[in-house]
């Protein structure tokens, strides 16, 4: 039930006196329904199948990679790169000074990503916006662009799983935001 709450997009529950099974998709049910005696998994499979625009956006320190796929076809894509200063841990004032520099790029990075997701996204109204990498980066970065504020609540609470932020991460995604979650009980 945690889950349900989670990630809001509904579920859908098959109950029998020997099976019981839950199915949260990665994509809002549209309906309520509830069928008994036969099984009717046409809500589910509707949701499941639907033709969706999804905006991808991951982010690791230094990486991303951004697209928009219409139904499986990767229609737009950027990636690229930032660079952030390693962490100094020699101690005393050049640490400190570091640290700073090291603040200022982060915040130059999600500056110049935030700017791009304009650029590259501002012509697409998705159905859904799927966020990976590191999720501490998710609130920061939705402060930096103007497109994901406007836009929160298209954005998916699931975070992707991916160590890189890169093309071929981005080519992956689709997999994986399409799986549901299906519980036994």
């Known amino acids: 039930m945690e889950s349900v709450a989670k990630y ?5 529950i098959f109950w029998s006196p020997t099976n019981k099974h839950m199915v949260l998709p990665a ?4 309906a309520n329904k509830m069928q008994k005696g036969v099984l009717d998994a046409s809500v589910l499979r509707d949701t499941i199948e639907g033709k969706y625009l999804i905006g991808v956006v991951m982010v690791t320190w230094g990486w991303y990679a951004l697209g928009m796929f219409d139904g499986d076809s990767l229609i737009e894509c950027k990636t690229g790169t930032g660079y952030i200063h390693k962490e100094h841990k020699k101690g005393g004032r050049s640490q400190k000074r570091f640290a700073r520099r090291t603040e200022e ?3 130059d990075f999600l500056r110049r990503v935030g700017n791009r997701i304009e650029e590259r996204f501002g012509s697409y109204l998705p ?4 966020f990976g990498g ?3 980066i998710l609130k920061p970065l939705i402060k930096e662009s103007t497109y994901l504020q406007t836009r929160t609540d298209k954005i998916s609470p699931r975070v992707l799983n991916v160590r890189h932020a890169d093309r071929e ?3 992956g995604s689709l997999t994986e935001i399409n799986r549901s979650l299906v519980y036994t009980f």
Do not use: H
């Open 27 to 30: 994509f809002s049910i549209p």
């Open 105 to 107: 790029q982060k915040k």
């Open 127 to 130: 159905d859904y916006i799927f």
């Open 134 to 136: 590191n999720r501490l």
């Open 8 to 12: 809001n997009t509904g579920a859908v």
């Open 169 to 171: 991460a981005l080519g």
